[in-house]
């Protein structure tokens, strides 16, 4: 599975950018897609995932500010991540993954948000 991830950029406080993923290759019908992020001296944390019955999930400080979604019924197979509100801490390189037999990553897209 081949992921490519896009939409990355800089913004200023309050401003909002929209991340996608295409995932290519040998897709399964069941499985789960979605964005972690690394802040510079930060482990990496999972943001937001969605399964491909469109079971959604966030870690608490994005609630409410971020929504990600997945094309409609004949191709599921691309994911976006509206992102809304953005705050500095929101600082970081947004990778996408793919995991359903095996688990594949994107490159990481650079989302920068000047206070």
């Known amino acids: 599975v081949q992921l490519q991830a896009s939409g990355g950029g800089l913004v200023q406080t309050g401003g909002s950018l929209r991340l996608s993923c295409a995932a290519s290759?040998?897709?399964?019908?069941?499985?789960?897609m979605g964005w972690y992020r690394q802040a510079p001296g930060k482990q990496r944390e999972l943001v937001a995932s969605?399964?491909?019955?469109?079971?959604?999930?966030?870690v608490d400080s994005v609630k409410g500010r971020f929504t990600i979604s997945r094309d409609g019924a004949e191709n599921k197979n691309t994911m976006y991540l509206q992102m809304n509100s953005l705050k500095p801490d929101d600082t970081a390189v947004y990778y996408c993954?793919?995991?359903?037999?095996?688990?594949?990553w994107g490159q990481g897209t650079e989302v920068t948000v000047s206070s």
């Open positions: 969605i399964t491909s019955s469109g079971t959604t999930n966030y």
């Open positions: 993954y793919y995991r359903s037999v095996n688990q594949f």
């Open positions: 290759g040998v897709i399964f019908s069941v499985n789960i």
